[in-house]
Each structure stands twice: as structure tokens, then as C-alpha cells.
């Protein structure tokens, strides 16, 4: 299990720093960035918990402290998202099932505006004052948005090969029937599920012919 684990999320984390530098940054939208590796670790650590999510954070931030074009102290944000990833992991569902969109789509708003303002922090404390002159309160909203439209591309496909990875059985549910983790996303929140939607369509039907042999059978007798 733990080989797995390291082995899922070095690859993943390694993938989304790629994109990430290559492609994401190139896009010179208004405002931040969208924070792929953020997502990422967001989704192992509704998976892992508070320590799997924590250490997944802190490695994917030392990455993206020495991977170029990074212009900031070492540790700085594996500061951040080792405490991101411990807090994300704390709300992981005790059931393992993500019923509706709403509780990730906040887990990653919060995220989003939790590691910019703590990034920000943590520069103010060692002399950079970047923040100040790019304006904090269009980063936090860019940021939040930019993630929020990316994230249900990327965490449910990221629960989804973490499952699969620690052989949760969960996972088959989920992925061969678009379950619990990706209708959460797909349906809007809803938190239905449309194999429970077909499959309460067939009982009521069989219910609805036994009804009606069990009212026929009763005029025969008469």
C-alpha cells in the first residue's frame, strides 16, 4: 500500500509540475495562475487523510520550490501546501464516498484562497512584498476561479487512481458506474446516482406489475 502511494503520487505530482511550467503558466491569464499541483494534492489528500495528504503536500511544494523558473526561498511553498494537505485531508468523507460536488468545490475554494493568503504571509515574513504591488484581492479571486474550473478535471480523476492504487473496492463502484466521486462533480451537486436511478426504476416497475397481477388475479376470483 505505501509503495503504492509513493509510487502514485510522485508520478502524478511529477506529471502536474510538467504541465503546470509548460503550459499553464504560459497562458498569461489576468491574475494567478491555475494551480494544478494544488488540485492534486487536494485529491490524494481526500483520499490518504491529514498525514498522507500533508507529506503529499510538502514533497509536490519542495518540487515546485527548486523546479525552474521558481524565484522564491526553497520550503516556502512546501510550507504551504503541507498545510493545505493536512487540513484538505481532515474533511476526507469518513465513508470514502463524495455523495455531492458541494463538499470538494469548498474544500478547493478554501484551497485556493488558504494558500495564496498563506504563501503571501510567509513572503511578507522573509522580506517579499510581491503581494502588495500585484493587488492580493484580484489574486485570491483569479485563483479561486482558476482552480474551481479546473478541479473537475482533475480531483475526481485523482480520488478515482488513488482508490484504485490502494485496491479499494470503492473505486470499482465508482469508476464502473460513475458514482460517488465523479456524479458528485458531473450532476451540479446533486449527489444522485444514476445507476441508483436506474436500478430504483426497475424495483418500482416490478412492484407496479406485481400490483397489478396481484388486482387482476382478484377479479378472477370474484
Not at 525552474?68 to 470514502?96: F, M, Q, T, W
Not at 500585484?134 to 482508490?163: E, H, I, K, Q
Request: hydrophobic content about 50%; glycine content about 14%; some cysteine.
Amino acid at each position: 500500500m505505501r509503495v503504492n502511494r509513493i509510487l502514485l503520487s510522485s508520478s502524478l505530482i511529477v506529471v502536474a509540475m510538467v504541465v503546470q511550467v509548460s503550459v499553464l503558466a504560459r497562458l498569461h491569464l489576468p491574475g494567478a495562475v491555475p494551480d494544478l499541483l494544488l488540485l492534486v494534492v487536494l485529491g490524494l489528500a481526500l483520499v490518504y487523510g491529514h498525514v498522507g495528504g500533508a507529506l503529499v503536500g510538502f514533497g509536490a511544494g519542495l518540487l515546485a520550490d527548486l523546479v525552474p523558473p521558481a524565484d522564491h526561498a526553497a520550503g516556502r511553498y512546501a510550507l504551504v501546501l503541507c498545510v493545505i494537505g493536512y487540513l484538505a485531508g481532515l474533511v476526507k468523507p469518513e465513508s470514502g464516498q463524495v455523495k455531492s460536488a458541494t463538499g470538494p468545490m469548498v474544500v478547493v475554494v478554501a484551497a485556493a484562497v488558504g494558500s495564496t493568503l498563506l504563501y503571501a504571509g510567509v513572503g511578507a515574513l522573509v522580506g517579499d512584498t510581491a503581494a502588495r504591488h500585484v493587488g492580493l484581492s484580484g489574486l485570491l479571486f483569479t485563483a479561486a476561479l482558476y482552480d474551481l474550473l479546473l478541479a473537475p478535471f482533475v480531483v475526481p480523476g485523482v480520488m478515482v487512481l488513488a482508490r484504485r492504487a490502494e485496491n479499494d473496492p470503492l473505486a470499482e463502484t465508482g469508476s464502473a458506474g460513475s458514482g460517488d466521486i465523479s456524479s458528485g462533480w458531473l450532476s451540479g451537486g446533486t449527489g444522485l446516482r444514476i445507476g441508483g436511478q436506474r436500478g430504483g426504476l426497475k424495483v418500482r416497475a416490478a412492484r407496479a406489475r406485481t400490483a397489478r397481477a396481484g388486482r387482476i388475479k382478484g377479479v378472477k376470483r370474484l
